[in-house]
Every structure is written in structure tokens, then in C-alpha cells.
């Protein structure tokens, strides 16, 4: 690894880092407010399971937007640039957060209070769909071709580091004015400081340089016309695996940042400040696991390091809400904690598995499209149907079933992927002939 080489990849996996922390920030604030007080200030006449129901489902429909984002964000960043693209995504994300700080409660407005959540989380969406290959690719692009697990996984270390600044701003927020407060004007103070959030991650990616592996595409005018038609036609399989291994982790992780925090206020009757703890607590762990994971998956390939995290998700279902339901702080921590490992190992190599999976050409488009269709699939409801299995089986039990299965489904589609498809890819990009033997002919574009 050069110097130079470093150096690229340092500023670029920061820049993507940064940008990424901020923009997960603003999603992640939003399934705070869903646990906490989405159900009280939008859906006051529902009973409290359905009110937490219908709160939850304004989650799950941010990602009903999302492969719609990825479908949009991989063709732009495909035709026009992985930068431009980043910047656009952004913008969208850090507009409809501060927007929602503003909005009127249904005591104020009506059934137009929650038709109005439910669109600026649509727009939430629509740029996460986006947001997450492009940041990926301009990091592992700018990577050396042995550390492009390392470096991706600085990038993926964003989206903890989104959760754990927007739980410390909750904490402080709970802290500062106190619970009646907070659920009467204080939640929206998070929402508003996205605000100035955006100003800092916007310099921070216009600071960046294109993707080099883009940059030699267009200047040997190699750009491909229609990505995600391409992505469709000739693709599909990379598409439904890559989807399929994310999708157990998406879960799982939505389980952790929304519902237990549900679950522990209300079934458990312990205190909003004690839960956001222990989300911090697992956001640390989360991060840490990220970079262990992207190392591992330089060191000992990609496919063993996830078949690593999906068994100790396998093992874990169970005994993690047999630790939550002791209500021990201790003990739940543990709980936390170990889950949080088994995410960050399934997690920190996803930049550098998605990158690998397609060619240079239609990457955005396909990264774009898996990431979305495999949070559509794992994550997007997982809260709603975590509530509605505890609600029917009055065992949290139930919910470890399910994450049980889809820990199963993900590992599946793990165990598919080969080891010299990826490896054979990562070698095309780099260093000297960069996008020479990854892309088609060009009498096939």
C-alpha cells in the first residue's frame, strides 16, 4: 500500500464516515421518537399496543421508499457520479428530518398530523435508499484492494455512531427537561439540530474527490447507459443473495434499536433513561464490531466472517431476552452487548461484499437495489411484527423465534455466495487496471 494509497483511502473512508454518522443520526432519531413518543403525540386515540403498532408501521414505511431511492441514487451514481449523487441523498435526509421537528401533533392538526409523518418519513427513506452505496463504494473504490474490508468498514461504523449520537441527544434531551416536557415539546429538539448537522456533512462531502474506479470509467467513456436495466438483466442472482444476507442483520438490528426500547418501558416497566443506556452500550459494541469485521474479512475472507456473526445470532436469540426479561441491568447489558457483536460482524464487511458482487459499471444500481430490497425484507417491519408477536404470545419468546429464523434465512444465502467471485472482482478494480477486466465490452453496453 502506497502512501498516496493511504491517503486516499484515509480521507475518503472519513469523509464517508462523517457523512454517514449524520445521516443515520437523522434516521435513527426517528425510531427513537417511534418507541418513545410517536404513539402519544400522533396516535392518541388508539389503545397502547396499537397505538405502538401504528408508530412502528410510520418506521416500516421509510423503507418502503427505499428501493424506490436506490432504483433513482444507483443511476445517478452510476451516469453521473458517486459524488453529486452523495450530496443529493444528503440533502433529502437533513430537509425531512428538520421538517418533522415542526410538525403539528394530532391534538393540533388532525389526521393530517400523521399523513404529514408518515411523508417526510417516505422522503427518509427515499435518501437512505440511496445514501448507503454511494458512501460505501466511494470508500472501497478510493481502498487499496487487500483492505477494502478495513475501510468499508470505517463507513459502516457510521451508522452506530449515527445511533450513538442520537441516543446521547435523547438522553440529554429526557435528562434536561424531564419526561412531561420531553414528550411535549422536548423530542423535537433532536429533529431540529439536524439542521446544523447538515451544514457540517454537506462541507464534509464536497471536500471528498470522485471515486477513482468512476473517474476511469468516464474518461475511457465506459459509463453504462441503463445501470439498473443491466443490474436486472444480468445480475439478478447477485442481487436477491447480497439482499438475503443483509437481511437477517437488518432484523435483528431493528428488533434492538426499536423494540426493545419499547419492550423494556412498557412490558418490562423499566425507565426510558436505563433503555437508552443500554442502546448506547450496544452502539459501542456495534461500532468496535464493525472494524473487528472488517478486519476479519481482509484476513480470513468475507464469507467466513459472516457465517461467524449469522451462528452467533443463531445462538444468541434466545438467551438474549432470557437476559433482558431479568430485568437485571447487568445482565441485560450482557444481552446487549453480545447481540450487538454478532451485528457488527454481519455488518462491518457489507461495503466490501456489496462493492464485490457487481461490476464496476453497475455497482451503485446494484448495491443500491440489494441494500434496499434486503431492508424491505428484514428490517423494514421487524418492529411491528416483534409488537404484534409479543402482543399474541405475551412471551418475548416468540420474537426470539423469529429473529432465530431470520438469522436461518440470512445465513442461507450467506453459505451461496462464492469466495473467488468476490476475490476475482476486487483484483479487476485494482490498482493499475482499474475497470479493465470487471467491465463488459463495449459492443455489449
Known amino acids: 500500500m502506497t502512501a ?28 427513537t421518537a417511534a418507541a418513545l413518543v410517536f404513539g402519544e403525540a400522533f396516535f392518541p386515540a388508539a389503545d397502547p399496543t396499537t397505538r405502538t403498532l401504528l408508530s412502528f408501521a410510520t418506521l416500516g414505511i421509510g423503507f418502503v421508499a427505499r428501493p424506490i431511492g436506490g432504483v433513482v441514487a444507483g443511476h445517478l451514481g452510476d451516469r453521473i457520479g458517486r459524488k453529486a449523487t452523495l450530496v443529493l441523498t444528503l440533502s433529502v435526509m437533513g430537509v425531512s428530518t428538520a421538517a418533522i421537528g415542526v410538525l403539528p401533533t394530532y ?52 451508522t452506530p455512531t449515527g445511533l450513538i449520537v442520537a441516543t446521547l441527544v435523547f438522553l440529554a434531551v429526557q435528562l434536561g427537561v424531564g419526561s412531561e416536557a420531553f414528550v411535549a415539546w422536548g423530542w423535537r429538539v433532536p429533529f431540529l439540530l439536524s439542521v446544523v448537522l447538515l451544514g457540517v456533512a454537506m462541507y464534509i462531502r464536497l471536500k471528498v474527490s470522485e471515486s477513482p474506479v468512476f473517474a476511469a470509467m468516464r474518461a475511457q467513456t465506459r459509463v453504462v447507459e441503463s445501470p439498473l436495466l443491466r443490474v436486472l438483466r444480468d445480475h439478478r442472482k447477485q442481487v436477491l443473495i447480497t439482499a438475503l444476507t443483509f437481511a437477517g442483520c437488518n432484523a435483528i438490528g431493528y428488533v434492538f434499536l426499536s423494540f426493545l426500547l419499547s419492550y423494556g418501558t412498557g412490558a418490562l416497566g423499566l425507565g426510558r433513561d436505563l433503555m437508552l443506556m ?14 473487528a469485521g472488517g478486519v476479519l474479512a481482509d484476513r480470513i475472507g468475507r464469507r467466513r466472517t459472516y457465517i461467524i456473526g449469522y451462528v452467533l445470532f443463531v445462538a444468541w436469540a434466545f438467551p438474549f431476552f432470557a437476559l433482558i426479561d431479568t430485568r437485571s441491568p447487568g445482565l441485560m447489558a450482557l444481552a446487549v452487548v453480545v447481540l450487538c457483536a454478532a451485528i457488527g460482524l454481519t455488518f462491518g464487511p457489507q461495503c466490501a461484499l456489496y462493492a464485490e458482487s457487481f461490476p464496476p459499471g453497475v455497482r451503485y444500481s446494484g448495491a443500491s437495489l440489494a441494500t434496499a430490497l434486503g431492508a424491505l425484507v428484514g428490517g423494514a417491519f421487524a418492529p411491528v411484527i416483534a409488537t404484534a408477536l409479543f402482543a399474541e404470545t405475551s412471551t418475548a419468546y416468540s420474537v426470539s423465534a423469529y429473529m432465530l429464523l431470520a438469522a436461518l434465512v440470512s445465513l442461507g444465502a450467506v453459505l451461496a455466495l462464492r469466495e473467488s467471485d468476490l476475490a476475482r472482482m476486487r483484483a479487476a478494480d485494482y490498482p493499475e487496471d482499474v475497470a479493465a477486466d470487471a467491465m463488459e465490452p463495449a459492443a455489449e453496453r
Open 278 to 291: 443500554l442502546s448506547l452500550a450496544g452502539a459501542v459494541t456495534w461500532c468496535a464490531a464493525n472494524l
Open 107 to 158: 391534538d393540533q392538526a388532525g389526521l393530517l398530523a400523521p399523513v404529514l409523518l408518515v411523508v417526510l418519513r417516505l422522503l427518509q427513506g427515499f435518501s437512505a435508499g440511496g445514501e448507503w452505496a454511494g458512501a460505501a463504494l466511494m470508500a472501497v473504490e478510493h481502498s487499496p484492494r487487500n483492505s477494502r474490508g478495513l475501510w468499508g468498514s470505517v463507513v459502516q461504523s457510521g
Open 4 to 31: 498516496e494509497a493511504t491517503s486516499a483511502a484515509r480521507r475518503a473512508s472519513a469523509s464517508s464516515y462523517l457523512g454517514t454518522a449524520i445521516e443515520w443520526y437523522d434516521f435513527f432519531i426517528f425510531s
